[in-house]
Structures are given as C-alpha cells and as structure tokens.
C-alpha cells in the first residue's frame, strides 16, 4: 500500500483535555490513573481543564453533578497541582483506619489540604 493511497484517510482523536474529562464520569482506578498519566505526559492545564468541564461538560450532566464537580477538583488537586499543594494553604495528615473486613487494621495516610 503507498502513501498516496491514504492521503484521505482522517483519524479522529480527542484532545488531551477533551480526553481526561471523558474519564470523570466512571472514575474507575483505571479512569484515574489514565488521567494521572495523562497529566505527566501532555502539558495539561487545570484552568482549561476546568473551563471546558464548567462550559461543555457540566450541563449535559445527568445525575448527581456535584458528584462529578468534587471529582474534577479533586483530579486537579492530586494531579494538576505540585504534590497536591494548594499555594496558601498549608496540608496536614490525616490517618484513616480501614473498617472493611478484609483491610482490618490497615492504616492509611493522606495528606490533605486545610480547609479554607
């Protein structure tokens, strides 16, 4: 097959930003840790990330869009933001201990930011 042969082919994509929203409604680990990759690897911006999500997204939302407004955040707080530090405000430590019988005893630390 020669290149000329494929001169009016046209692949689809969508773009990086376009392609992490499309990740918010599942939010799967899978989900997220596509979009935490996708944020090392394309210069994606939080601002545009949100932009797009307030004008495109958000009002065709079925559902509990809340839900989907506190994922986005927290995506760009854990993703978007240099070690999920939030600039003036300071984070803590939080320990939470796993009731679930099968992670018994299991301690976890996340370091959250202080509420405003």
């Known amino acids: 097959m020669s290149p000329a042969t494929l001169r009016h082919l046209r692949l689809p994509a969508l773009e ?3 392609l992490a929203l499309s990740k918010l409604a599942r939010n799967s680990p899978i989900d997220r840790n596509n979009v935490a990759q996708l944020a090392k690897a394309v210069p994606l911006d939080a601002k545009i990330l949100r932009a797009r999500y307030r004008a495109e997204l958000r009002p065709i939302i ?6 989907h ?3 986005l955040e927290m995506w ?12 003036g405000r300071p984070l ?20 959250i930011p202080r509420p405003a």
């Open 62 to 67: 079925t559902g509990d869009s809340d839900h």
């Open 69 to 71: 407004d506190r994922t």
């Open 76 to 87: 760009i707080e854990a993703y978007f933001l240099m070690g999920g530090e939030i600039p």
């Open 92 to 111: 803590r430590t939080m320990t939470v201990r796993a009731h679930h019988h099968r992670f018994a005893g299991c301690f976890s630390q996340y370091r």
């Open 16 to 18: 990086s930003h376009d």
